[in-house]
């Protein structure tokens, strides 16, 4: 079972990046998917997640209006499309996926989890 990000890199304030989140050996439409970060000095935090079917979406707060999560369950793969980036964005980009449904809020209910992406946000 294995979740692979891409997509991270480099890019200027106000500019935007798709992260992916990939799936292998096992079906990712049967889990809810949640987008976490982690920046240089602080806690892993949430930051969208994604019901199986693709119908739900939430977001925190700091990031609603300028990022979009989605799924394509037919490529096993979901999207975290992030717009108006600002150098607060800048993480480690983590994806992670739950059987417990959409409503699994903490960390520790996500059973898998990726390597990450770096997005640095830099003028």
């Known amino acids: 079972v294995q979740l692979v990000e891409s997509g991270g890199g480099l890019v200027q304030p106000g500019g935007s990046l798709r992260l992916s989140c990939a799936a292998s050996?096992?079906?990712?439409?049967?889990?809810?998917i949640g987008w976490f970060r982690q920046a240089p000095g602080k806690e892993r935090e949430f930051v969208a997640r994604?019901?199986?079917?693709?119908?739900?979406?939430y977001y925190t707060d700091s990031v609603k209006g300028r990022f979009t999560i989605s799924r394509d369950n037919g490529k096993n793969t979901v999207y975290l499309q992030m717009n108006s980036l600002k150098p607060e964005d800048t993480a480690v980009y983590y994806c992670?996926?739950?059987?417990?449904?959409?409503?699994?809020?903490?960390?520790?209910?996500?059973?898998?989890w990726g390597q990450g992406t770096q997005v640095t946000v830099s003028a």
């Open positions: 994604i019901s199986g079917s693709g119908g739900s979406t």
């Open positions: 050996e096992f079906t990712l439409g049967y889990y809810a």
């Open positions: 992670a996926a739950t059987s417990r449904g959409f409503g699994a809020t903490r960390q520790g209910e996500y059973d898998y």
